[in-house]
Protein backbone atom coordinates (compact mmCIF):
# COMPACT_ATOMS: atom_id res chain seq x y z
CA UNK A 1 0.00 0.00 0.00
CA UNK A 2 1.43 3.29 -1.20
CA UNK A 3 1.08 6.18 1.44
CA UNK A 4 1.95 10.17 0.70
CA UNK A 5 3.03 12.06 3.70
CA UNK A 6 1.45 15.66 3.36
CA UNK A 7 4.27 18.11 2.61
CA UNK A 8 6.44 16.18 0.77
CA UNK A 9 7.19 13.76 -2.38
CA UNK A 10 8.51 11.12 -0.21
CA UNK A 11 6.47 7.83 0.02
CA UNK A 12 6.36 4.93 2.60
CA UNK A 13 5.04 1.06 2.27
CA UNK A 14 3.62 0.36 5.68
CA UNK A 15 3.21 -3.43 5.81
CA UNK A 16 -0.07 -5.37 7.28
CA UNK A 17 1.01 -6.03 10.84
CA UNK A 18 1.67 -1.83 10.90
CA UNK A 19 -1.94 -1.49 9.60
CA UNK A 20 -3.57 -3.78 11.74
CA UNK A 21 -1.53 -2.48 14.46
CA UNK A 22 -3.30 0.83 13.85
CA UNK A 23 0.78 2.07 13.74
CA UNK A 24 0.86 5.74 13.04
CA UNK A 25 4.43 6.46 13.70
CA UNK A 26 5.95 7.74 16.76
CA UNK A 27 5.68 11.64 17.44
CA UNK A 28 8.50 13.75 16.58
CA UNK A 29 9.57 16.81 18.42
CA UNK A 30 8.14 18.82 15.83
CA UNK A 31 4.52 17.22 16.16
CA UNK A 32 4.53 18.31 19.68
CA UNK A 33 5.53 21.51 19.35
CA UNK A 34 2.46 21.85 16.99
CA UNK A 35 -0.15 20.93 19.34
CA UNK A 36 -3.00 23.53 19.87
CA UNK A 37 -5.10 24.22 22.94
CA UNK A 38 -8.27 22.85 20.15
CA UNK A 39 -6.30 19.28 19.95
CA UNK A 40 -6.42 19.26 23.41
CA UNK A 41 -10.01 19.71 23.90
CA UNK A 42 -10.73 17.63 21.09
CA UNK A 43 -8.80 14.78 22.97
CA UNK A 44 -10.71 15.61 26.26
CA UNK A 45 -13.59 15.54 24.19
CA UNK A 46 -13.23 12.26 22.66
CA UNK A 47 -12.27 11.11 26.73
CA UNK A 48 -15.79 12.52 28.41
CA UNK A 49 -17.29 9.70 29.66
CA UNK A 50 -14.40 8.49 31.61
CA UNK A 51 -13.46 12.25 32.81
CA UNK A 52 -17.19 12.20 34.24
CA UNK A 53 -16.99 9.23 35.73
CA UNK A 54 -13.47 9.62 37.50
CA UNK A 55 -14.60 12.85 38.32
CA UNK A 56 -17.65 11.48 40.39
CA UNK A 57 -15.65 8.57 41.30
CA UNK A 58 -13.42 10.94 43.39
CA UNK A 59 -15.73 13.10 44.23
CA UNK A 60 -18.02 10.87 45.63
CA UNK A 61 -14.48 9.06 47.98
CA UNK A 62 -14.02 12.64 49.28
CA UNK A 63 -17.55 13.05 50.92
CA UNK A 64 -17.23 9.48 51.77
CA UNK A 65 -14.10 10.38 54.39
CA UNK A 66 -15.67 13.35 55.33
CA UNK A 67 -19.01 11.88 56.39
CA UNK A 68 -16.69 9.33 58.27
CA UNK A 69 -13.86 12.01 59.64
CA UNK A 70 -15.16 12.85 63.36
CA UNK A 71 -15.42 17.07 64.28
CA UNK A 72 -13.24 18.77 65.91
CA UNK A 73 -13.91 21.08 68.85
CA UNK A 74 -11.83 23.64 70.42
CA UNK A 75 -10.82 25.56 73.59
CA UNK A 76 -9.01 28.16 74.56
CA UNK A 77 -7.27 30.08 77.71
CA UNK A 78 -5.13 33.04 78.10
CA UNK A 79 -2.29 33.84 80.53
CA UNK A 80 -0.37 36.78 81.82
CA UNK A 81 2.61 37.25 82.47
CA UNK A 82 3.44 39.96 85.31
CA UNK A 83 6.26 41.65 86.33
CA UNK A 84 6.62 39.64 89.67
CA UNK A 85 8.75 38.30 91.68
CA UNK A 86 10.46 35.86 89.40
CA UNK A 87 12.10 38.92 87.37
CA UNK A 88 12.69 41.24 90.56
CA UNK A 89 13.71 39.07 93.14
CA UNK A 90 15.76 36.08 91.83
CA UNK A 91 17.47 33.59 93.63
CA UNK A 92 17.99 34.25 97.19
CA UNK A 93 21.49 32.88 97.23
CA UNK A 94 22.65 35.94 94.79
CA UNK A 95 22.68 39.25 95.08
CA UNK A 96 19.79 40.87 93.86
CA UNK A 97 18.97 44.15 92.63
CA UNK A 98 15.57 45.06 93.30
CA UNK A 99 14.82 46.81 90.39
CA UNK A 100 14.53 45.82 86.68
CA UNK A 101 15.78 47.52 83.65
CA UNK A 102 12.89 49.07 81.81
CA UNK A 103 14.86 49.36 78.78
CA UNK A 104 15.08 45.83 77.79
CA UNK A 105 11.88 43.95 76.56
CA UNK A 106 10.12 41.12 78.62
CA UNK A 107 9.65 39.38 74.94
CA UNK A 108 12.40 36.90 75.61
CA UNK A 109 10.60 36.21 78.98
CA UNK A 110 7.17 35.80 77.90
CA UNK A 111 8.34 33.47 75.19
CA UNK A 112 10.47 31.10 77.27
CA UNK A 113 7.16 30.87 79.15
CA UNK A 114 5.66 29.55 75.65
CA UNK A 115 8.35 27.17 75.93
CA UNK A 116 7.74 25.92 78.43
CA UNK A 117 4.04 25.23 78.28
CA UNK A 118 5.13 23.57 74.95
CA UNK A 119 7.22 21.03 76.89
CA UNK A 120 7.36 17.41 77.55
CA UNK A 121 7.35 17.81 81.15
CA UNK A 122 3.83 19.68 81.30
CA UNK A 123 2.24 17.09 79.01
CA UNK A 124 3.18 14.56 81.38
CA UNK A 125 1.87 16.49 84.42
CA UNK A 126 -1.43 17.24 81.77
CA UNK A 127 -1.76 13.71 81.71
CA UNK A 128 -1.34 12.87 85.26
CA UNK A 129 -3.83 14.96 86.21
CA UNK A 130 -6.21 14.09 83.16
CA UNK A 131 -5.37 10.11 83.26
CA UNK A 132 -3.89 8.22 80.56
CA UNK A 133 -7.28 6.40 80.32
CA UNK A 134 -9.34 9.10 79.49
CA UNK A 135 -6.87 10.43 76.86
CA UNK A 136 -6.03 7.02 75.00
CA UNK A 137 -10.18 6.40 75.02
CA UNK A 138 -11.48 5.52 71.50
CA UNK A 139 -14.13 8.39 70.87
CA UNK A 140 -14.81 7.95 66.63
CA UNK A 141 -15.54 4.97 64.59
CA UNK A 142 -11.58 4.52 63.20
CA UNK A 143 -9.96 4.44 66.79
CA UNK A 144 -12.67 2.01 67.43
CA UNK A 145 -11.93 -0.08 65.15
CA UNK A 146 -8.51 0.20 65.29
CA UNK A 147 -8.94 -0.80 69.24
CA UNK A 148 -11.04 -3.75 68.32
CA UNK A 149 -8.37 -4.42 65.74
CA UNK A 150 -6.08 -4.54 67.66
CA UNK A 151 -7.61 -6.58 70.26
CA UNK A 152 -8.37 -9.37 67.78
CA UNK A 153 -4.83 -9.63 67.46
CA UNK A 154 -4.01 -10.13 70.40
CA UNK A 155 -6.93 -12.44 71.47
CA UNK A 156 -6.16 -16.22 71.04
CA UNK A 157 -8.83 -16.89 67.84
CA UNK A 158 -7.41 -19.37 65.71
CA UNK A 159 -7.36 -17.20 62.39
CA UNK A 160 -4.33 -15.17 64.19
CA UNK A 161 -2.72 -17.52 66.29
CA UNK A 162 -0.35 -18.47 63.15
CA UNK A 163 1.11 -14.40 63.34
CA UNK A 164 4.19 -13.84 65.27
CA UNK A 165 5.06 -11.63 67.45
CA UNK A 166 2.08 -12.03 69.42
CA UNK A 167 4.01 -12.23 72.45
CA UNK A 168 3.89 -9.47 75.29
CA UNK A 169 6.85 -6.59 74.78
CA UNK A 170 9.25 -6.21 77.43
CA UNK A 171 12.20 -4.03 77.57
CA UNK A 172 14.98 -4.62 80.26
CA UNK A 173 13.93 -5.51 83.69
CA UNK A 174 10.35 -3.85 82.89
CA UNK A 175 7.09 -6.74 82.84
CA UNK A 176 4.79 -6.64 80.30
CA UNK A 177 2.64 -4.55 82.47
CA UNK A 178 5.13 -1.87 82.98
CA UNK A 179 6.02 -1.74 78.83
CA UNK A 180 2.17 -1.85 78.10
CA UNK A 181 1.60 1.12 80.81
CA UNK A 182 4.41 2.90 79.65
CA UNK A 183 3.32 2.62 75.71
CA UNK A 184 0.10 3.77 76.63
CA UNK A 185 1.54 7.03 78.70
CA UNK A 186 3.58 8.21 75.79
CA UNK A 187 -0.02 7.50 73.41
CA UNK A 188 -1.29 9.98 75.99
CA UNK A 189 1.92 12.21 75.80
CA UNK A 190 1.60 12.19 72.12
CA UNK A 191 -2.01 13.16 72.17
CA UNK A 192 -1.84 15.87 74.11
CA UNK A 193 1.24 17.46 72.90
CA UNK A 194 -0.28 17.12 69.32
CA UNK A 195 -3.33 18.45 70.72
CA UNK A 196 -1.88 21.47 72.51
CA UNK A 197 -1.27 24.73 70.50
CA UNK A 198 0.80 28.00 72.12
CA UNK A 199 0.71 31.26 70.29
CA UNK A 200 2.85 33.93 72.48
CA UNK A 201 1.86 37.48 71.41
CA UNK A 202 4.37 39.67 69.67
CA UNK A 203 5.46 42.99 71.73
CA UNK A 204 2.86 41.46 74.12
CA UNK A 205 2.84 39.56 77.74
CA UNK A 206 -0.30 37.11 77.19
CA UNK A 207 0.10 33.50 76.10
CA UNK A 208 -2.61 31.85 74.22
CA UNK A 209 -3.61 27.89 75.26
CA UNK A 210 -5.52 25.90 72.44
CA UNK A 211 -6.39 22.69 72.05
CA UNK A 212 -8.01 20.89 69.31
CA UNK A 213 -9.64 17.67 69.69
CA UNK A 214 -12.65 15.36 68.85
CA UNK A 215 -14.03 15.05 72.07
CA UNK A 216 -15.34 19.06 73.45
CA UNK A 217 -14.95 18.22 77.27
CA UNK A 218 -11.60 16.94 76.60
CA UNK A 219 -9.93 19.45 74.97
CA UNK A 220 -11.01 21.53 77.50
CA UNK A 221 -10.08 19.79 80.90
CA UNK A 222 -6.58 19.35 79.03
CA UNK A 223 -5.88 23.06 78.41
CA UNK A 224 -7.25 23.87 81.79
CA UNK A 225 -4.67 21.44 83.14
CA UNK A 226 -1.99 22.65 81.09
CA UNK A 227 -2.86 26.48 82.42
CA UNK A 228 -3.30 24.97 85.83
CA UNK A 229 0.36 22.66 85.82
CA UNK A 230 2.43 25.44 84.47
CA UNK A 231 1.28 27.38 87.48
CA UNK A 232 3.15 25.20 90.06
CA UNK A 233 5.67 24.40 87.09
CA UNK A 234 6.56 27.97 86.89
CA UNK A 235 6.86 28.25 90.63
CA UNK A 236 9.35 24.93 90.65
CA UNK A 237 11.23 26.92 87.83
CA UNK A 238 11.99 29.68 90.14
CA UNK A 239 12.40 27.99 93.52
CA UNK A 240 15.62 27.07 95.30
CA UNK A 241 15.15 24.16 96.76
CA UNK A 242 17.31 23.25 100.04
CA UNK A 243 17.79 27.83 100.35
CA UNK A 244 15.69 28.07 103.24
CA UNK A 245 17.27 25.24 105.49
CA UNK A 246 21.04 26.34 104.31
CA UNK A 247 20.68 30.16 105.26
CA UNK A 248 18.99 29.11 108.80
CA UNK A 249 22.33 27.64 110.09
CA UNK A 250 24.43 30.64 107.63
CA UNK A 251 22.57 32.98 109.92
CA UNK A 252 23.02 31.24 112.91
CA UNK A 253 26.57 30.46 112.48
CA UNK A 254 26.78 34.07 111.06
CA UNK A 255 25.31 35.41 114.58
CA UNK A 256 27.71 33.63 116.54
CA UNK A 257 30.40 34.79 114.76
CA UNK A 258 29.33 38.22 114.61
CA UNK A 259 28.90 38.30 118.82
CA UNK A 260 32.25 36.37 119.51
CA UNK A 261 34.00 39.29 117.12
CA UNK A 262 31.91 42.08 118.62
CA UNK A 263 33.31 41.09 122.03
CA UNK A 264 36.47 40.67 121.32
CA UNK A 265 36.61 43.78 120.24
CA UNK A 266 34.89 44.98 123.43
CA UNK A 267 37.80 43.30 125.46
CA UNK A 268 40.52 44.52 123.32
CA UNK A 269 39.15 48.30 123.88
CA UNK A 270 38.81 47.62 127.82
CA UNK A 271 42.69 46.47 128.12
CA UNK A 272 43.99 49.10 126.13
CA UNK A 273 41.37 51.53 127.97
CA UNK A 274 40.24 52.95 124.84
CA UNK A 275 36.25 54.01 124.24
CA UNK A 276 36.88 55.03 121.15
CA UNK A 277 40.08 55.59 118.93
CA UNK A 278 38.16 58.29 117.30
CA UNK A 279 37.49 60.14 120.01
CA UNK A 280 40.26 59.55 122.27
CA UNK A 281 42.48 60.11 119.07
CA UNK A 282 40.57 63.62 118.89
CA UNK A 283 41.14 64.23 122.65
CA UNK A 284 44.82 63.45 122.74
CA UNK A 285 45.46 65.72 119.79
CA UNK A 286 43.73 68.29 121.74
CA UNK A 287 45.25 67.75 124.76
CA UNK A 288 48.46 67.75 123.22
CA UNK A 289 48.35 71.06 121.71
CA UNK A 290 46.74 72.72 125.11
CA UNK A 291 49.69 71.16 127.12
CA UNK A 292 51.96 72.57 124.38
CA UNK A 293 50.76 75.95 124.56
CA UNK A 294 50.71 76.09 128.22
CA UNK A 295 54.49 74.87 128.10
CA UNK A 296 55.12 77.58 125.83
CA UNK A 297 53.81 80.51 128.01
CA UNK A 298 55.00 78.80 130.98
CA UNK A 299 58.76 78.63 129.44
CA UNK A 300 57.86 82.32 128.64
CA UNK A 301 56.69 83.23 131.75
CA UNK A 302 59.73 81.76 134.09
CA UNK A 303 61.93 83.16 131.76
CA UNK A 304 60.23 86.51 132.61
CA UNK A 305 60.80 85.54 136.09
CA UNK A 306 64.33 84.81 135.80
CA UNK A 307 65.27 87.60 134.70
CA UNK A 308 63.35 90.14 137.09
CA UNK A 309 64.94 88.01 139.87
CA UNK A 310 68.35 88.44 138.65
CA UNK A 311 67.87 91.79 138.09
CA UNK A 312 66.51 92.46 141.87
CA UNK A 313 69.75 90.57 143.09
CA UNK A 314 72.08 92.83 141.33
CA UNK A 315 70.06 96.12 143.03
CA UNK A 316 70.02 94.12 146.43
CA UNK A 317 73.49 93.54 146.37
CA UNK A 318 74.39 97.17 145.02
CA UNK A 319 71.87 98.32 147.89
CA UNK A 320 72.80 98.76 151.77
CA UNK A 321 70.92 96.60 153.89
CA UNK A 322 71.16 98.93 157.04
CA UNK A 323 70.99 102.71 157.26
CA UNK A 324 72.12 104.75 160.62
CA UNK A 325 69.20 106.18 162.19
CA UNK A 326 70.63 107.93 165.10
CA UNK A 327 74.63 108.57 166.35
CA UNK A 328 75.43 109.32 170.58
CA UNK A 329 78.84 110.24 171.04
CA UNK A 330 80.87 110.53 174.59
CA UNK A 331 79.59 107.80 176.21
CA UNK A 332 81.52 106.01 178.90
CA UNK A 333 83.41 102.79 178.52
CA UNK A 334 83.10 100.49 181.46
CA UNK A 335 84.18 97.43 179.33
CA UNK A 336 87.24 99.30 178.33
CA UNK A 337 87.85 100.81 181.81
CA UNK A 338 87.15 97.49 183.76
CA UNK A 339 89.43 95.97 181.23
CA UNK A 340 92.68 98.47 181.35
CA UNK A 341 92.33 97.30 185.48
CA UNK A 342 92.22 93.65 184.83
CA UNK A 343 95.00 94.10 182.37
CA UNK A 344 97.03 96.06 185.17
CA UNK A 345 96.87 93.33 187.08
CA UNK A 346 97.80 90.81 184.76
CA UNK A 347 100.75 92.86 183.65
CA UNK A 348 101.76 92.98 186.96
CA UNK A 349 101.56 89.08 187.22
CA UNK A 350 103.51 88.59 184.16
CA UNK A 351 105.88 91.26 185.13
CA UNK A 352 107.02 89.15 188.42
CA UNK A 353 107.07 86.31 186.33
CA UNK A 354 109.19 87.91 183.48
CA UNK A 355 111.65 88.87 186.16
CA UNK A 356 112.34 85.59 187.09
CA UNK A 357 112.62 83.95 183.90
CA UNK A 358 115.44 84.75 181.86
CA UNK A 359 115.01 85.97 177.81
CA UNK A 360 115.81 83.29 175.97
CA UNK A 361 113.29 80.71 178.28
CA UNK A 362 110.39 79.69 176.05
CA UNK A 363 107.83 80.60 178.60
CA UNK A 364 109.25 84.43 178.54
CA UNK A 365 108.38 85.07 174.91
CA UNK A 366 105.00 83.49 175.60
CA UNK A 367 104.20 85.75 178.28
CA UNK A 368 105.86 88.64 176.53
CA UNK A 369 103.64 88.37 173.62
CA UNK A 370 100.58 87.93 175.71
CA UNK A 371 100.92 91.11 177.11
CA UNK A 372 101.71 92.56 174.32
CA UNK A 373 98.44 91.18 172.86
CA UNK A 374 96.57 92.64 176.08
CA UNK A 375 97.89 96.13 175.86
CA UNK A 376 96.92 96.30 172.21
CA UNK A 377 93.56 94.77 172.98
CA UNK A 378 93.09 97.70 175.74
CA UNK A 379 94.36 100.38 173.60
CA UNK A 380 91.76 99.40 171.20
CA UNK A 381 88.85 100.55 173.32
CA UNK A 382 88.20 104.21 173.26
CA UNK A 383 87.93 106.22 176.45
CA UNK A 384 84.86 107.65 175.05
CA UNK A 385 82.32 105.83 173.06
CA UNK A 386 80.38 106.56 170.10
CA UNK A 387 76.31 105.29 170.28
CA UNK A 388 74.82 104.22 166.96
CA UNK A 389 71.46 103.18 165.98
CA UNK A 390 70.56 101.22 162.73
CA UNK A 391 67.15 100.47 160.61
CA UNK A 392 66.97 97.79 157.64
CA UNK A 393 67.13 99.92 154.38
CA UNK A 394 63.46 100.23 153.18
CA UNK A 395 65.02 100.34 149.56
CA UNK A 396 66.18 97.00 150.23
CA UNK A 397 63.63 95.68 152.32
CA UNK A 398 61.02 96.59 149.31
CA UNK A 399 63.97 95.05 146.42
CA UNK A 400 64.20 91.76 148.77
CA UNK A 401 60.51 91.28 148.83
CA UNK A 402 60.01 91.84 145.23
CA UNK A 403 63.24 89.66 144.61
CA UNK A 404 61.56 87.18 147.01
CA UNK A 405 57.87 87.02 145.79
CA UNK A 406 59.76 86.62 141.70
CA UNK A 407 62.16 84.11 142.83
CA UNK A 408 58.77 82.26 144.55
CA UNK A 409 57.11 82.85 140.75
CA UNK A 410 60.03 81.65 139.39
CA UNK A 411 59.92 78.29 141.30
CA UNK A 412 56.50 78.03 140.52
CA UNK A 413 56.71 78.35 137.22
CA UNK A 414 59.38 75.87 136.76
CA UNK A 415 57.31 73.83 138.71
CA UNK A 416 54.77 74.29 136.21
CA UNK A 417 56.78 73.79 133.25
CA UNK A 418 58.31 70.59 134.68
CA UNK A 419 54.76 69.26 135.14
CA UNK A 420 53.42 70.54 131.95
CA UNK A 421 55.98 68.80 130.30
CA UNK A 422 55.55 65.36 132.00
CA UNK A 423 52.22 65.47 131.01
CA UNK A 424 53.10 66.94 127.09
CA UNK A 425 55.24 63.22 127.43
CA UNK A 426 52.73 61.41 128.86
CA UNK A 427 50.12 62.59 126.46
CA UNK A 428 52.48 61.95 123.65
CA UNK A 429 53.57 58.61 124.82
CA UNK A 430 49.66 57.80 124.85
CA UNK A 431 49.20 58.95 121.28
CA UNK A 432 52.10 56.63 120.15
CA UNK A 433 50.18 54.17 122.03
CA UNK A 434 46.81 55.02 120.66
CA UNK A 435 48.60 54.69 116.98
CA UNK A 436 49.93 51.32 118.09
CA UNK A 437 46.96 50.17 119.06
CA UNK A 438 44.64 51.66 116.46
CA UNK A 439 45.49 48.97 114.11
CA UNK A 440 44.44 46.02 116.00
CA UNK A 441 41.77 48.10 117.03
CA UNK A 442 40.96 48.30 113.78
CA UNK A 443 41.56 45.15 112.50
CA UNK A 444 39.02 43.64 115.14
CA UNK A 445 36.74 46.20 114.15
CA UNK A 446 36.60 45.69 111.01
CA UNK A 447 36.09 41.98 111.68
CA UNK A 448 33.87 42.79 113.93
CA UNK A 449 31.40 44.93 111.41
CA UNK A 450 32.24 42.24 108.30
CA UNK A 451 30.66 39.51 110.91
CA UNK A 452 27.85 41.45 111.28
CA UNK A 453 27.19 42.47 107.77
CA UNK A 454 27.57 39.01 106.93
CA UNK A 455 24.79 37.91 109.62
CA UNK A 456 22.86 40.69 108.26
CA UNK A 457 22.85 39.35 104.32
CA UNK A 458 22.21 35.80 105.19
CA UNK A 459 19.31 36.67 107.86
CA UNK A 460 17.95 39.35 104.96
CA UNK A 461 18.47 36.15 102.52
CA UNK A 462 16.91 33.81 105.43
CA UNK A 463 13.94 36.24 105.42
CA UNK A 464 13.43 36.14 101.61
CA UNK A 465 14.10 32.70 101.33
CA UNK A 466 11.29 31.84 103.71
CA UNK A 467 8.80 34.75 102.47
CA UNK A 468 9.55 33.02 98.74
CA UNK A 469 9.01 29.49 100.24
CA UNK A 470 5.38 30.47 101.85
CA UNK A 471 4.56 31.66 98.59
CA UNK A 472 5.32 28.83 97.04
CA UNK A 473 3.20 26.22 99.27
CA UNK A 474 0.65 28.88 98.03
CA UNK A 475 1.45 28.49 94.52
CA UNK A 476 2.13 32.34 94.05
CA UNK A 477 3.25 32.24 90.45
CA UNK A 478 4.23 35.67 88.26
CA UNK A 479 1.80 34.16 85.73
CA UNK A 480 -1.84 34.09 85.84
CA UNK A 481 -4.94 32.47 83.93
CA UNK A 482 -7.18 35.79 82.82
CA UNK A 483 -9.06 33.17 80.95
CA UNK A 484 -9.85 29.53 81.63
CA UNK A 485 -10.25 26.91 78.73
CA UNK A 486 -13.30 27.40 77.22
CA UNK A 487 -15.73 24.44 76.57
CA UNK A 488 -17.16 25.45 72.79
CA UNK A 489 -19.48 22.78 71.25
CA UNK A 490 -19.20 24.51 67.87
CA UNK A 491 -17.57 22.74 65.87
CA UNK A 492 -14.26 23.91 64.72
CA UNK A 493 -13.72 20.95 61.69
CA UNK A 494 -13.63 19.67 59.41
CA UNK A 495 -14.72 21.86 56.86
CA UNK A 496 -16.62 19.45 54.66
CA UNK A 497 -18.40 22.11 52.27
CA UNK A 498 -14.59 23.26 51.61
CA UNK A 499 -13.17 20.04 51.48
CA UNK A 500 -15.63 18.46 49.60
CA UNK A 501 -15.30 21.30 46.97
CA UNK A 502 -11.34 20.79 46.74
CA UNK A 503 -11.96 16.78 46.25
CA UNK A 504 -14.42 17.84 43.57
CA UNK A 505 -11.76 19.44 42.13
CA UNK A 506 -9.18 16.76 42.42
CA UNK A 507 -11.61 14.37 40.89
CA UNK A 508 -11.64 16.68 37.87
CA UNK A 509 -7.92 17.27 37.62
CA UNK A 510 -7.37 13.67 37.81
CA UNK A 511 -10.28 13.00 34.91
CA UNK A 512 -8.98 15.36 32.87
CA UNK A 513 -5.40 14.26 32.97
CA UNK A 514 -6.08 10.70 32.54
CA UNK A 515 -7.82 11.72 29.24
CA UNK A 516 -5.05 13.76 28.16
CA UNK A 517 -2.45 10.47 29.11
CA UNK A 518 -4.55 8.26 27.24
CA UNK A 519 -5.41 10.24 23.99
CA UNK A 520 -2.26 12.10 22.99
CA UNK A 521 -3.07 15.47 21.59
CA UNK A 522 -0.70 15.44 18.90
CA UNK A 523 -1.48 16.88 15.37
CA UNK A 524 -2.01 13.61 13.26
CA UNK A 525 -1.36 15.94 9.83
CA UNK A 526 2.22 15.73 11.47
CA UNK A 527 2.54 12.62 13.31
CA UNK A 528 0.40 9.96 11.42
CA UNK A 529 0.12 8.49 7.76
CA UNK A 530 -3.01 9.84 6.26
CA UNK A 531 -4.85 6.96 5.45
CA UNK A 532 -8.00 7.77 3.39
CA UNK A 533 -11.24 5.80 3.64
CA UNK A 534 -10.81 3.08 0.33
CA UNK A 535 -13.83 0.46 -0.84
CA UNK A 536 -13.59 -3.06 0.22
CA UNK A 537 -12.65 -4.40 -3.52
CA UNK A 538 -9.69 -1.86 -3.33
CA UNK A 539 -8.98 -3.14 0.43
CA UNK A 540 -9.41 -6.81 -1.14
CA UNK A 541 -7.16 -6.18 -3.82
CA UNK A 542 -4.28 -4.57 -1.95
CA UNK A 543 -4.37 -7.41 0.49
CA UNK A 544 -3.98 -9.68 -2.14
CA UNK A 545 -0.73 -7.71 -3.43
CA UNK A 546 0.40 -8.24 0.13
CA UNK A 547 -0.13 -11.54 0.44
CA UNK A 548 1.97 -12.30 -3.24
CA UNK A 549 4.68 -10.35 -1.71
CA UNK A 550 4.42 -7.18 -4.42
CA UNK A 551 4.74 -4.04 -3.60
CA UNK A 552 3.61 -0.83 -5.18
CA UNK A 553 7.22 1.23 -5.92
CA UNK A 554 7.20 5.26 -7.17
CA UNK A 555 8.64 4.14 -10.38
CA UNK A 556 5.92 1.72 -11.34
CA UNK A 557 3.30 4.77 -11.62
CA UNK A 558 3.50 6.52 -14.08
CA UNK A 559 4.32 10.60 -13.66
CA UNK A 560 1.05 11.14 -15.02
CA UNK A 561 -1.13 9.19 -12.74
CA UNK A 562 1.56 10.30 -9.56
CA UNK A 563 0.66 13.97 -10.66
CA UNK A 564 -3.20 13.35 -11.05
CA UNK A 565 -3.21 11.41 -7.40
CA UNK A 566 -1.11 14.00 -5.81
CA UNK A 567 -3.57 16.69 -6.90
CA UNK A 568 -6.35 14.36 -5.94
CA UNK A 569 -4.95 14.10 -2.37
CA UNK A 570 -4.32 17.52 -2.21
CA UNK A 571 -7.92 18.31 -2.56
CA UNK A 572 -9.17 15.98 -0.07
CA UNK A 573 -6.58 17.34 2.32
CA UNK A 574 -7.85 20.70 1.74
CA UNK A 575 -11.82 19.12 2.40
CA UNK A 576 -11.18 16.63 4.97
CA UNK A 577 -10.17 16.22 8.37
CA UNK A 578 -8.67 13.42 9.26
CA UNK A 579 -9.01 11.75 12.51
CA UNK A 580 -7.31 8.69 14.50
CA UNK A 581 -9.10 5.97 16.10
CA UNK A 582 -6.66 4.27 17.79
CA UNK A 583 -7.13 0.62 18.47
CA UNK A 584 -9.77 0.65 15.77
CA UNK A 585 -7.14 -2.22 13.57
CA UNK A 586 -6.91 -1.69 10.30
CA UNK A 587 -8.12 2.02 8.50
CA UNK A 588 -7.13 3.44 11.92
CA UNK A 589 -7.48 7.05 9.71
CA UNK A 590 -10.83 8.23 9.06
CA UNK A 591 -11.46 11.52 7.01
CA UNK A 592 -14.18 13.67 7.95
CA UNK A 593 -15.70 16.74 5.90
CA UNK A 594 -14.32 19.67 6.85
Known amino acids: MKRTKSGSGATRSLSKSEQSAGWNGPPTAESWAMVTPGDVMRSIGRRLPSVFFTTLLVTVAVVALLIVWPNQYRSEGLMYVRLGRGAMGGDPTTKTANSVSMQESRTAEVVSIGEMISSREIAERTVDRVGIEKINQPRNWFEKAMEDGKSFLESDHQLVRWIPGREPKTVGEMTAEQYAAQIDRERAIKAVTKAIDVQVAKNGYTVAVSGKEDDPLLVQEIVQAVMDEFGSYHVEAHQVKGSESFFDVQASESRKIAIAARRK?????????????????????????????????ADSELAEAISQADELRRQLEATEQWVPVEVTLGIANAAGDQMRSQLYDVQIQDGDELARLSPSHPRYKRIKEKMMQSEKLAGSEREERQQTREAINPVYQDLETQFQTVRAKAVGLESRRDALAERLLATQQDLRRLNDDVTTLSQLAWEAELAEETFRDHARSLEEARVNTELDKKQMSDVSVIQKASLNLKKSGPKRGLLAVVGAML????????????????????????????????????????????????????????ATAEGNDDREHANQQVVSLPGSGTGSSVSLPR
Request: charged fraction near 30%; charge should be negative.
Open 507 to 562: GLSLGLLQAILRDSPVDPRSSRIDMPIRDPLESDADAALDEDGSTSSANEIDSNEA
Open 265 to 297: LQETRNEMGWISTQSAERTLSERIIDLEMKLST
